[in-house]
């Protein structure tokens, strides 16, 4: 019913006074289920370590998205540029080793080798991220998946939503990008595949700072999830989101007319049928914005991975918004051992005194107890 209703609504839109109006109640929606901090603290970023490579650069980068929250990341610079160039943000998607991941490296290298500058960093509990790190047994919450579940169980009994805590870190992650003076602010893209991609379709709707977004392996339809059963982390599914008669498409139609490339693949476990129908739904809707042509789409050969095909597409697209050329030769000989990318002296945050997640919520659940009567 809530489905058949909102196809009901978007039938019914004819102008772009109509759109616009959509938009904005789809954007309130949205703002409803990613409560995030009222007030961005200091970043605090610092450069730790660098790596020179063959026409670009890999800076090793830790910043505080939150007091005691450290973020780990690779920012990838091109060499001998003289003016600012194209930026791209890239959340990861659900690896152990996070941004040393293989395919995410490469499609950085290949953005880097085309002449953007790209900032690639570790989600919670994962790569340098690790919450449980200091726990001597930790069979529940070892792989990112169960850590990731049972931070956002917790954070669901003190009000609170792990894809919100996942949302921040990309926002300040941006924020991060768009202080350094080598980016042209305005070009500036979003990819990230998976759970990757899961972010880089929440924080499409949720900043309005990008440009430009390529989201690979995950959107499709909320009811397409559900029918299948599929099994989906605490992040992928917002609070009140359904209920509210928000879809997957939503998230990009809120941003309209802004270019989007929607990236498949044929034997995906995220159902492409879902795919195409958010692909329709969302071209007919730039349409009315006379923008047709700024909604694509396309659906690789392979499994669920951000494979060269989707790499490729995703680069070509990026590149036509930015009048580069996109570098063409293969890079997986350029990948970097997980360990040469480390940001933190020993490959973890907590050692290097970030506070786990746990403890802040453990503390803020105390607050909560000694208020009540």
Not at 37 to 66: A, M, W
Not at 170 to 176: E, F, P, Q, S, T
Not at 346 to 352: N, T, Y
Request: glycine share 10%; proline share 6%; with cysteine.
């Amino acid at each position: 019913e809530i489905g058949a209703e909102r196809k009901r609504r978007l039938k019914e839109i004819r102008n772009r006074k109509h759109a616009e109006k959509y938009q904005q109640q789809v954007l309130s929606a949205i703002k409803k289920s990613f409560p995030v901090p009222s007030v961005k603290t200091p970043l605090n970023p610092k450069v730790t370590g660098l790596l020179e490579k063959p026409g670009y650069r890999i800076e090793k980068v830790i910043f505080e998205s939150r007091p005691g929250c450290l973020v780990t990341g690779n920012l990838y610079i091109p060499k001998g540029i003289r003016e600012p160039v194209p930026g791209v943000l890239a959340p990861c998607g659900h690896s152990g080793i996070g941004k040393a991941e293989n395919f995410y490296q490469q499609f950085c290298i290949r953005l880097v080798k085309s002449g953007f500058a790209v900032f690639i960093y570790d989600p919670i509990s994962q790569g340098e991220r690790d919450q449980y790190f200091r726990l001597p047994a930790k069979e529940s919450v070892g792989l990112c998946c169960p850590a990731h579940n049972m931070m956002g169980k917790q954070m669901e009994l003190i009000g609170d939503f792990f894809g919100s805590w996942r949302v921040w870190d990309g926002i300040r992650g941006l924020d991060y990008l768009l202080s350094r003076p080598e980016i042209d602010k305005k070009h500036i893209g979003l990819t990230g595949n998976s759970g990757g991609r899961t972010l880089t379709t929440w924080l499409w709707a949720v900043d309005d700072r990008f440009t430009m977004s390529a989201p690979s392996c995950f959107v499709t339809t909320f009811l397409a999830n559900l029918e299948n059963e599929l099994p989906a982390d605490n992040e992928q599914y917002p609070p009140g989101i359904i209920g509210a008669g928000v879809e997957h498409a939503d998230f990009f139609i809120a941003r309209a007319p802004k270019p989007v490339l929607l990236l498949g693949q044929q034997y995906d476990f995220f159902d492409r049928r879902g795919l195409k129908e958010t692909y329709e739904e969302i071209r007919n809707f730039y349409r009315i914005y006379g923008a047709e042509a700024n909604a694509g789409l396309f659906i690789g050969a392979n499994v669920h991975g951000y494979f060269p095909d989707n790499q490729k597409q995703m680069l070509k697209f990026f590149c036509k918004q930015t009048g580069l050329n996109p570098y063409n030769k293969e890079v997986s000989s350029l990948v970097e051992k997980t360990e040469n990318l480390w940001a933190t002296r020993k490959g973890q945050v907590i050692d290097a005194g970030a506070r786990p997640v746990y403890e802040v919520l453990g503390q803020t659940a105390k607050k909560i107890a000694e208020k009540r009567k």
